[in-house]
């Protein structure tokens, strides 16, 4: 018997010598066939396989080196993973089931704004591009699991280079990924992700989805962010006009993105810190323009759709400084508001959610009070809001380059205040908006000694136009605004409203110069 055991030890450990040698002829043949098989599925991509390894113990196959490229842009490779392992999911076999694990480490995807612009651009729809055959072409089996290690993912705009965005340690785990076909809002697979956002924010979703679901996967997971960096975005908020500096964001929510159903629901978001600034530019005008109408279409196109739903607890946003920066006037200047802190609560994109409500308080240039109160309906026909504006106690001479662009005046004292009222209901809008100037003082012998004559006049003249209207016991000189009319457009969205609003009402009726308010008086 002992001799019989020695026979059969040493049969099969000449097996097993003959299949591990064997496996080493078969390595360059089985990688040339499996990159063969994976190009002939990818539809505008290439792949390459530095190496492939075949254990016949445990029937499991490593890739190394593999790259994936774009051919109409192919430098840098759009990712590059270091092993991807193939391998018999032998739980699933004693169960009756023929699947494979899949186990991706190291994996890096670099993605520049010229490739992405191309992958959003691409009119074949990302069903059509061969992904899911190319990744079944390295393994015979279905699969059933996937796991990835230490991904990263880094987008660079061409316009600051040195500014890279990084989503790195990410670690993503997916399971019973070929379920039976399952029913519509059914989500089997575990589906789990966790990484580090631009080098200090923590990103973590937990869910489940349905990998066969058609015509793309549907996914249902709750989202937590915590101590996202927002200065990091400067090479992407820039070419929209906005610079960003400092700031810190924390969110949690959850998403569910099916073929019937799509519900963004925030439970939270703190912006903390924040200092931005949206620039307006005469060579930028187009641009902006363009950019507006598209938002304005893709709000639309949301509100419109009964099987997307929007819907936000609370945002809230602490201190902050928010400015606007106006390029094309001349002199440019810029208006602000410091320890700005703002809320907005219990808004919804579906008229049965009911009303939000929106807080803004902070010192307009510095020092005048500010506080913005509001309520915004669900949009139906029009939109629907009510907005109250009070700012007190601005001292204008930090309005100046606004009192020169746009009065073509300055002044060396006195104080600013507004108030505002505006609601649009049924497309009516009505309301007003009141300025009141307390103690002008425009001329000043050694500020304005470089001005031309003229200009010393003028603003004398103002100076006393404004002492004659004066309410002596307040020492005050304000002037009505009233507003009234219909929104040109039914659908057009609500900050688009208030946008124009502010334009017309402030910039083109209040700050054409002080002078024009006084002699309508």
Not at 140 to 167: C, G, M, S, W
Not at 209 to 222: C, M, N, Q, S, T
Not at 291 to 313: G, K, P, W
Request: aromatic share 8%; charged share 25%; glycine share 6%.
């Amino acid at each position: 018997m002992s001799k019989r055991w020695v026979q059969l030890a040493l049969g099969c450990g000449l097996v097993v010598v003959v299949v591990v040698v064997a496996s080493a002829f078969v390595d360059e043949p089985l990688r040339a066939y499996v990159e063969q098989r994976m190009n002939r599925s990818l539809k505008g991509y290439t792949v390459r396989i530095g190496a492939l390894d075949f254990h016949p113990i445990g029937f499991s196959v490593d890739l190394e080196d593999v790259e994936l490229v774009r051919k109409d842009e192919p430098d840098p490779p759009m990712a590059t993973i270091a092993r991807w392992t193939a391998r018999v999911h032998w739980k699933a076999l004693l169960s009756g089931r023929v699947v494979n694990d899949q186990y991706m480490e190291r994996p890096r995807f670099h993605i520049t704004r010229r490739l992405a612009r191309k992958e959003v651009g691409d009119e074949r729809p990302v069903r059509d591009r061969g992904w899911q055959d190319a990744v079944e072409s390295i393994y015979p089996f279905k699969i059933n699991q996937v796991r990835i290690a230490n991904a990263e993912l880094t987008y660079i705009d061409e316009a600051k280079p040195e500014r890279p965005l990084h989503f790195d340690h990410v670690e993503v785990y997916a399971t019973n990924i070929r379920n039976v076909q399952s029913g519509d809002q059914t989500y089997p697979s575990e589906l789990q992700l966790e990484g580090q956002v631009f080098d200090e924010g923590k990103l973590r979703v937990d869910g489940h989805a349905d990998f066969l679901a058609e015509p793309y996967v549907a996914v249902k997971a709750d989202i937590l962010l915590e101590n996202v960096p927002l200065g990091a975005l400067v090479p992407v908020s820039a070419r929209y006009n906005l610079q960003l500096s400092g700031g810190s964001m924390s969110a949690e929510g959850s998403v569910e993105y099916a073929p019937a159903k799509k519900l963004v629901s925030l439970k939270r978001l703190r912006i903390d810190g924040l200092h931005a600034d949206y620039v307006h530019a005469r060579q930028t005008q187009g641009a902006e323009e363009a950019r507006a109408r598209a938002t304005v279409s893709t709000a639309q196109q949301v509100h419109a759709s009964e099987d997307t739903l929007v819907r936000v607890e609370e945002i809230t946003i602490v201190n902050s400084e928010f400015g606007f920066v106006n390029q094309a006037a001349k002199p440019e200047y810029r208006v602000f508001l410091a320890d700005a802190e703002a809320a907005l609560q219990r808004y919804s994109n579906r008229l049965q959610e009911g009303a939000a409500s929106v807080q803004l308080r902070g010192k307009f240039m510095g020092n005048g009070e500010t506080s913005v109160t509001g309520i915004l309906r669900p949009e139906h026909e029009s939109p629907d809001f009510e907005l109250r504006v009070k700012i007190a106690g601005t001292p204008i001479r930090a309005m100046n380059n606004l009192l020169r662009a746009h009065g073509k005046f300055d002044a060396v004292g006195g104080t600013f205040s507004c108030y505002a009222e505006v609601m649009l209901e049924d497309g009516r809008i009505r309301g007003y908006v009141k300025p009141l100037v307390r103690k002008l003082n425009v001329y000043d012998e050694a500020q304005d000694r470089h001005k031309n004559p003229l200009e010393k006049v003028r603003e004398g003249a103002i100076e006393d136009l404004s002492t004659l209207l004066e309410n002596v016991p307040r020492d005050e000189v304000a002037t009505k605004v009233d507003m009234s009319g219909s929104a040109q457009r039914p659908r057009t969205e609500i900050v688009q409203i208030v946008i124009g609003l502010i334009q017309n009402a402030f910039f083109k009726a209040i700050l054409p110069g002080f002078e024009q308010e006084f002699r309508s008086k």
